[in-house]
């Protein structure tokens, strides 16, 4: 007996059970895709929270003081550098400072001005100049101070450049004793006199005198 065969499947049939295999063979691979995965952030860095930000300490500028020269007429400050120039060559006293710039030709307002603000320490400029004429010539303290009094110190500037001169005052006496004798003649108590009257004491004048030969 002769088999029937099976009647084909119309062709559109197939391609749908074709397209409907692939949309079900898709959905089984994909499905995992559809979500999202939350994956760290390579070399994330955590921002620190309530952290406050560092005070920086506040700076109050200073204000500088003004100096002399901030001020100073071109008249006061000539002035001052012949003073400064002054001192660095010589001892003055302040009044003595004074008069020299007015000698220059400075009023008295600039010289003033000048001797207040070269900052000299008077002291100092005494100490100098006692040392300075005890270089040069015979004093006895006495003398000396009134040499510096008459420069212009004070009495206790005067005394202050005294007492620290380092001076031997008996060897002042027989300085001052061979000075006389070499420019004019005198007897023992002549000499004696003069160096009494030039202050030194009694037994200084008498050092110096014997200093001398007689």
Sequence with gaps: MEKKKKPLLKRWWFWLIVVV????IIGSLGGDDDEPKD???????????????????????TESEPTPSDDMTIG?????????????????????????????G????????????????????????????????AFSYSGLIGQLEYEGFTAEEATYGADNC????????????????????FSRDGLLSQLLYEGFTQEQAEHGVTSVGY
């Design 166 to 185: 380092g001076a031997d005052w008996f060897e002042e006496a027989a300085e001052s004793a061979a000075s006389y004798t070499r420019h004019s003649s």
């Design 106 to 137: 400075y009023s008295t307002e600039d010289a003033t001005f000048a001797v207040d603000n070269c900052g000299a320490d008077w002291m100092a400029e005494a100490l100098e100049s006692a040392q300075s004429y005890i270089r040069h010539s």
């Design 39 to 61: 994956e760290p952030t390579p070399n994330a860095v955590e921002t620190p929270t309530n952290v406050e930000p560092s005070e920086e300490p506040e700076i109050t500028p």
């Design 76 to 104: 006061q400050r000539n002035a001052l550098e012949s003073a400064q120039s002054y001192l660095r060559y010589s001892a003055f006293s302040y009044s003595g400072l004074i008069g020299q710039l007015e000698y220059e």
């Design 21 to 24: 295999l692939a949309i079900g």
